[in-house]
């Protein structure tokens, strides 16, 4: 198979979809791995690094969608590079088609199979294609929402551990997932008083189990988050319904209560956000203020530490591409149901009930992409 990656063009986004090492590992297997050149420059991975491993280097996006069978990218194909897309081709990325219905009617109409790493599962019910990205989004949530808190960024001016004599900040992390696990790890250990809101029994034992007295594990209610988030200093949005539109769980009357300076971090900004006031931003221009509250809602946070991000989702990535690319994508996903439920987009049909639903868009079963 022909597999291509081209270089990501979304605002400030640094990753690539193959690394060096997992173009290597396809080209070995007999595929021929074609990179866009200066794909993976920023993240320290030269041209004469691909084709040390036997890949190709190729001068423009349009050779690689022009020619590739399975296109490997990061973030959600943009629309010069949707227009691209052909009918049968296969795009493998991240997509989070709930909150955008532009780029699925394009792809709808593109006629490709596009396979979402948002919406692989595994045995245990989790996202594991999902879970790196999110591991690093949590982490850096706390590191955002601290340099957000100081004065010069339009922040209350808190130290989120304060000092001796001095209260630390406070830390509401809506989410008890790995979003949510992550941002709170981050966050005791700097000392913060942190409180974690959960709605599933399992989840809030696990936190409980883990964290015990560092945090506060609470089940959660409207009454509730509504007076937290009032107190807070820093309210972190970690909520996932997996390929679903986030809900709007913080309103704009909510965040009228909260105190001036304090600071949101939206991380399901991808998934359309979870607070009623939430919109898009880039690491370019990361925050926006709203009723005297800092909104941090960029959209590709783990762009940001694009080298430990690119390595950490090549490693989950890398085993599905190589069964897709040796065995086609149709058997592929026949063999695996987990890597089945990845596909949202098929001949111009949605295959992901959760997408078909937010967009009111008719569904189509996946088992109906599988046959023949």
């Not at 034992?205 to 560092?214: G, P």
Request: one cysteine or more; proline letters at 5%; hydrophobic letters at 40%.
């Amino acid at each position: 198979m022909i597999v291509g990656t081209p270089k990501e063009i979304k605002n400030h986004e640094y990753r690539v979809g193959l690394t060096p090492e997992s173009a290597g590992e396809l080209t070995a297997r007999g595929h021929e791995v074609l990179v866009e050149t200066n794909a993976g420059r920023d993240i320290g991975a030269l041209n004469e690094d691909y084709e040390a491993v036997g890949a190709k280097i190729v001068g423009t996006a349009e050779e690689i969608f022009g020619r590739s069978e399975m296109v490997v990218k990061v973030k959600e194909p943009q629309a010069v590079e949707r227009a691209m897309l052909r009918e049968g081709q296969i795009l493998y990325t991240y997509l989070h088609l709930a909150p955008d219905p532009e780029q699925t009617h394009d792809l709808i109409k593109s006629g490709a199979v596009c396979i979402a790493y948002e919406t692989v599962t595994d045995n245990s019910g989790g996202l594991p294609l999902l879970k790196p990205m999110s591991q690093v989004a949590g982490r850096m949530s706390v590191q955002a929402g601290a340099a957000a808190l100081e004065k010069a960024h339009g922040g209350r001016g808190v130290l989120l551990g304060g000092v001796p004599g001095v209260a630390p900040g406070k830390v509401v992390i809506i989410g008890g997932g790995v979003v949510g696990f992550n941002a709170a790890q981050m966050a005791i250990g700097l000392h913060a008083d942190v409180t974690i809101l959960d709605r599933n029994p399992v989840t809030l034992e696990r936190l409980e189990n883990h964290f015990e007295s560092s945090a506060k594990v609470i089940y959660s209610t409207n009454a509730l988050l509504e007076r937290l988030v009032m107190e807070a200093d820093l309210v972190i949005g970690a909520v996932l319904i997996p390929g679903a539109a986030a809900p709007k769980l913080v309103t704009r009357e909510m965040l009228s209560t909260m105190q001036e300076g304090a600071v949101i971090v939206d991380v399901a900004i991808d998934q359309g956000g979870c607070f009623e006031t939430s919109k898009a931003t880039t690491h370019a221009d990361p925050t926006y203020v709203v009723d005297g509250v800092v909104h941090y809602c960029v959209a590709n946070m783990p762009g940001g530490v694009a080298r430990t991000s690119t390595y950490a989702l090549n490693n989950v990535t890398l085993p599905h591409a190589l069964r897709i690319a040796d065995k086609g994508w149709k058997q592929a996903l026949r063999d695996d149901r987990h890597l089945a439920n990845g596909l949202n987009v098929w001949n111009g049909l949605i295959t992901c009930e959760p997408v078909s639903r937010d967009l009111g868009l008719d569904y189509t079963p996946i088992d109906n992409a599988l046959k023949g």
